[in-house]
């Protein structure tokens, strides 16, 4: 006999869905591609694994107890789940008919360049014509989706020139790949500041173990998102209304009032009462990180901002640029420099009340900010972080940040870190002063934000020491630190 277990009811946020090769949206079919129980069934497979690795287990170990739960190609789930996707953001007027006009308008003048630097101009002309006032969404809002898509995640509108994009207009004709080009960054940026309403339902062959299977999927559900980029806060899913006898009433209650903090914060005791965890929600950076040889659920921390006293982030797609500026090697630097020149102001203040005293000033170099907590790979033109093998050649390495973000409702960003310190050995890095590479257990890296952002010593004169040798302590102290403020 089959059970009702749970009814939650959620909003997926700006998901990009379908891959790199596809997108979440068809021109053609003029339809937005739903969201799929598979997903919402590989996101609580994942977060179960999660929670049950306490260090010592291997992935097979971990998967065969996960699937005792929820299934695999050799045992049947104890659940089945039923994702109902409601009303779905559609566009109208769209076809190849807008996209030749919109073509010939940023030809118009024999114009040449980048599509980029042509595209809003016409846009904005284009908008003024009344024969373009029933498109949908309207020509304004096609132009926020772009430029956003451009700040927060600028790889997936490059041309794809393999596939025969341009995004140049030349003076040999070359409409075909414009077009082309065209038609796929609608596509692509088409869900962006849109939110999905989906229903789950969750039904059960075995109730023995609803309530802790349950809590597992809640936990997926309030910590990550689905679809590229949901590490970045793409396709973040916000619960929104729940339904269930097994879920405990306090969690209920706080998600169907939108009091997301507080649920969370029910959510993880429930947790650590039934796994043995010691799960908080932190509002501020840590002062110390224990690090782990895996992604442990006991070695993570979860940290909540609330936005909605920040008018720069009061929007979704604010906060997906915010993100994306937060792990940016560039804006790490601008923080640092801009704390700097806030220290050597102090410092100048200092030394002209005390003639005599010269003021000390501060330096630092990038090449001391390292960012491959970020997640491999993480190089350009040889520069970066890399492995090489004896024979000199680089190694196909992938992995996943151990940092990531969450978009919450209307005014929370999560970030959830995995103190892991499983990176290569053999990771290097490689800059414009040792291009043979540096073992990063031996780069001299700034270890202590903390200190960086603190006064000087006034009784030595002297800034606070803020290098030394690496070590994953620090690095996180250091990381959580300037995405913190970075994003604040």
Request: glycine residues 6%.
């Amino acid at each position: 006999m089959i059970t009702p277990l749970a009814s939650i009811d959620v909003k997926v946020y700006s998901p990009l869905i379908g891959g790199y090769g596809g997108t979440s949206y068809s021109l053609e079919l003029n339809e937005v591609e739903p969201i799929r129980p598979t997903e919402i069934k590989a996101l609580w497979r994942w977060w179960y694994r999660v929670v049950l690795n306490d260090g010592n287990k291997t992935y097979d170990e971990l998967d065969k107890e996960v699937s005792k739960r929820l299934g695999s190609t050799s045992e049947v789930s104890k659940y089945v789940l039923r994702v109902t996707t409601k009303e779905l953001p559609k566009c109208e007027n769209y076809n190849n008919e807008f996209f030749e006009k919109l073509y010939n308008e940023m030809r118009k003048g024999s114009k040449e360049g980048k599509i980029m630097d042509l595209l809003f101009e016409t846009l904005d002309k284009m908008e003024r014509q009344s024969e373009y006032s029933k498109l949908k969404p309207p020509l304004k809002r096609l132009h926020e989706k772009i430029s956003s898509m451009y700040e927060a995640r600028k790889f997936l509108v490059l041309p794809r020139e393999a596939e025969g994009e341009s995004d140049e207009i030349q003076k040999n004709e070359n409409k075909e790949g414009v077009i082309k080009y065209l038609k796929r960054l609608f596509q692509q940026t088409f869900l962006l500041d849109e939110e999905i309403e989906a229903g789950i339902e969750v039904y059960g062959f075995d109730t023995s173990t609803a309530t802790n299977d349950l809590l597992v999927l809640l936990l997926g559900l309030f910590l990550d998102g689905i679809g590229s980029g949901s590490s970045r806060g793409f396709g973040s899913i916000t619960p929104i209304r729940i339904s269930s006898p097994y879920i405990p009433k306090d969690i209920i209650e706080s998600v169907n009032k939108r009091n997301y903090e507080k649920a969370l914060k029910s959510l993880f005791e429930n947790l650590n009462k039934m796994f043995n965890l010691n799960l908080s929600l932190k509002t501020s950076p840590p002062a110390s990180v224990s690090v782990s040889n895996t992604s442990s659920i006991r070695y993570f921390d979860c940290f909540i901002i609330n936005t909605s006293d920040k008018p720069l982030l009061s929007t979704g797609t604010r906060k997906l640029v915010a993100i994306a500026r937060a792990v940016n090697k560039l804006e790490w630097k601008r923080e640092i420099l801009r704390k700097s020149q806030q220290v050597n102001m102090k410092a100048t203040t200092y030394a002209r009340s005390r003639p005599g005293i010269k003021k000390p000033e501060f330096h630092f170099h990038g090449a001391n900010i390292h960012t491959f907590l970020l997640g491999l790979p993480r190089s350009q033109r040889g520069y970066g972080y890399r492995v090489v093998n004896r024979e000199g050649e680089d190694e196909s390495i992938r992995r996943k940040s151990t940092i990531s973000f969450k978009i919450l409702g209307e005014n929370y960003i999560l970030i959830k870190v995995f103190y892991a310190m499983d990176f290569p050995d053999e990771l290097k890095h490689f800059g414009m002063y040792h291009r043979q590479g540096i073992e990063v257990k031996n780069l001299e890296v700034f270890n202590s934000y903390d200190n960086y952002v603190n006064m000087f010593d006034k009784n030595n004169f002297q800034f606070p020491y803020v290098k030394g040798t690496f070590n994953f302590e620090n690095a996180y102290k250091f990381a959580i630190k300037i995405i913190y403020d970075i994003i604040k």
